[in-house]
């Protein structure tokens, strides 16, 4: 199964501060209206609009960081699934 970035969710940078804002639309769905991203959450959440698998994203954080992939893979599900949480992503089939 697949994630996405919510319809109404919108990913952006404000001010130098990476953000996820909860417009009207997605409101209802998401325990806050905006949370602040540090700059690795940020490169996650722009990989998952532009499609990138879990895979392509582990291969592109190990290559560029020199990071234990299995570690790596484990840390980036567990985000998406605290994102799930907070209703900012959404699984799909």
């Known amino acids: ?9 919108i990913c952006a940078d404000v001010c130098g501060e990476h953000m996820l804002v909860a417009t009207l639309k997605a ?6 209206r905006a949370i602040l ?13 532009k499609g990138y698998s879990v895979d392509e994203m ?8 020199g990071s234990d992939g ?9 985000f ?7 209703g900012f992503v959404e699984k799909y089939s």
């Open 1 to 9: 199964m697949s994630r996405k970035i919510r319809e109404g969710v």
């Open 27 to 32: 409101r209802p769905y998401c325990r806050k």
């Open 37 to 49: 991203l540090n700059e690795t959450g940020y490169q996650l959440m722009q990989f998952l609009q």
């Open 58 to 65: 582990v291969q592109s954080f190990t290559k560029q960081y």
């Open 70 to 78: 299995t570690q790596t893979e484990r840390d980036i599900k567990t």
């Open 80 to 86: 998406f699934e605290n994102m799930e949480k907070e």
